[in-house]
């Protein structure tokens, strides 16, 4: 098998299990749409100095016509919304706190999944380099 199909087999199957879960779940979720009441600030604290951050508190319904906030400050949002903007919320209609922006950083691309997606191309990317080079060397030693 050739260095390129194993390369596109692997990228294909972590894509797979990062892409086909959030599917499922953003399938089985329940939509509403929020209104941005206030923006807060947080702060990362690290080693050396603190990094602030804003974050959205969105005021949203559920189907049983219960008043939740959203409030995620460890999401990717490219863009900041306005207070008075509305935002479609996506929550699980059994645990309505466990609830996301429908937005691309927010919900497909939160930054965890990212770091362990680069790490897992990555390990792929070495993995297929370091059998081939043996695989090239043995083929030098037997000829």
Known sequence: ??????????LILILIFFILPKAIKYFRFNKSVGVVVKI????????????SFQYPIILY???????????????????????????????????PKDAYLSRIG?????????????I?????IGVVNIVFVKSKKKLKIES
Do not use: C
């Not at 807060?40 to 990094?51: A, E, M, Q, V």
């Not at 939740?68 to 209609?93: A, M, Q, S, W």
């Not at 927010?106 to 680069?118: E, I, N, Q, R, T």
């Open 1 to 10: 098998m050739k260095k390129n199909n194993i390369v596109l087999i692997g």
């Open 106 to 118: 927010s919900f497909w691309f939160a930054l965890p999944d990212l770091l362990l997606f680069g």
């Open 40 to 51: 807060n600030t947080g702060t990362f604290h690290g080693l050396r100095d603190s990094t």
């Open 61 to 95: 319904t559920t189907e049983k016509s219960k008043d939740l906030y959203y409030r995620k400050d460890n999401e990717v949002l490219f863009v900041l919304p306005d207070v008075g903007d509305k935002i479609t919320v996506i929550y699980n209609p059994q645990d």
């Open 120 to 124: 897992l191309i990555f390990l792929l």
